[in-house]
């Protein structure tokens, strides 16, 4: 069965640090990957996307991730984080059939110290 | 204005009553979706639609109803609400030929629903 994984709840980085996030997925074929932002109080925003091509993605707020296939990852980056970063993050994959529905991993809260 | 839009934005209830959560999308999509945020738990899908008549089941569908009225609008509702149903609920939209791109999908601003 398809699932996604964020193996971490909760990171805290500092103002200006580097940020990278971690997200491992469970797909029989080329996944449809996704990363998106939930602000406090917000709905979910799309950082950026992955269908194929180029491994390395690059997305809104200077974001980027880079799909492994060999270790079933789209792990998330930023080279240096922003206080306007806190939020939560959540990794998802395109399901199987053309139903549309997006499996979403935990969610990972990112804290950023000044 | 939004995209996709939610009401009400909170509620309040008690167990045992009958709550309806609205959204209605201008975006022209033909695909709609419920999913309710959790904790630790992330989002799990309630119900989706992809038109007027075609309506499906997620992996959390018990206790719910959905209506699709029009396109552009995809109703929620618990029927007899209990607690472990608070939690922050989602509506979204989605559809390839819009661009959109596959599974990419667009996401109200969410309603966070308290079951007393």
């Known amino acids: 069965a398809q699932s996604v994984t964020q193996p971490d709840i909760h990171i805290t980085v500092s103002e200006g640090a580097s940020l990278e996030l971690r997200c491992n997925y469970s797909?029989?074929?080329?996944?449809?990957l996704f990363w998106y932002v939930q602000s406090p109080g917000q709905g979910l925003q799309l950082l950026l996307k992955y269908f194929s091509g180029d491994t390395l993605v690059q997305g809104i707020k200077g974001f980027e991730a880079e799909f492994k296939r060999s270790q079933s990852s789209f792990n998330l980056r930023k080279p240096s984080v922003h206080w306007s970063d806190a939020a939560e993050y959540f990794c998802?994959?395109?399901?199987?059939?053309?139903?549309?529905?997006?499996?979403f991993g935990q969610g990972t809260t990112l804290q950023v110290k000044p | 204005d939004a995209d996709v839009t939610q009401t009400p934005r909170n509620r309040i209830t008690k167990t045992g009553k009958r709550i309806m959560l609205e959204c209605s999308q201008t975006k022209g999509h033909d695909r709609m979706y419920w999913y309710r945020q959790d904790p630790g738990l992330g989002l799990r899908l309630i119900y989706y639609s992809f038109d007027v008549k075609d309506i499906n089941k997620g992996e959390i569908s018990d206790g719910y109803s959905v209506s699709r009225q029009a396109q552009a609008k995809f109703s929620l509702s618990l029927e007899s609400a209990i607690p472990n149903q608070t939690a922050l609920y989602f509506c979204a939209t989605s559809d390839p030929a819009f661009g959109g791109a596959y599974n990419e999908q667009f996401f109200g601003p969410g309603t966070r629903l308290t079951v007393l």
């Open positions: 797909y029989g074929a080329t996944p449809y």
């Open positions: 998802a994959v395109g399901a199987a059939s053309n139903t549309g529905k997006l499996i």
